[in-house]
Nanobody, 120 residues
């Protein structure tokens, strides 16, 4: 009953920028946190950035100072501005919505993933 629609991935050269967007669609009352996780080939999925409904933000140490997460609560949309991209940022990026309250209950949801490739 809740779908996360991601956009914005692609191929970029080192030092370049990309912006990811994720919109949560459905009969949503509230979302505790929205964020972006990433999974590189052969590695575990890890948190890149997360923003809570009250405005608190968490970043992985590896992206601090380069990535900026923001959220439009009215649109249930989260953005990830990625600057100074490095080859090690190459991964599939997954949008996550944590503790989503709907008419039928509460749950966590994931997007289908969007590929980000940083290469010259």
């Amino acid at each position: 009953q809740v779908r996360l629609e991601e956009s914005g991935g692609g191929l970029v050269q080192p030092g370049g920028s990309l912006t990811l967007s994720c919109a949560a669609d459905g009969l949503i009352f509230s979302i505790n946190a929205m964020g972006w996780y990433r999974q590189a080939p052969g590695k575990q999925r890890e948190l890149a950035a997360q923003i809570f409904s009250g405005g608190n933000i968490k970043y992985a140490d590896s992206v601090k100072g380069r990535f900026t997460i923001s959220r439009d609560n009215a649109k249930n949309t989260v953005y990830l501005q990625m600057n100074s991209l490095k080859p090690e940022d190459t991964a599939v990026y997954y949008c996550n919505a944590d503790r989503v309250r709907t008419l039928v209950g509460q749950g966590d949801y994931w997007g289908q993933g969007t590929q980000v490739t940083v290469s010259s």
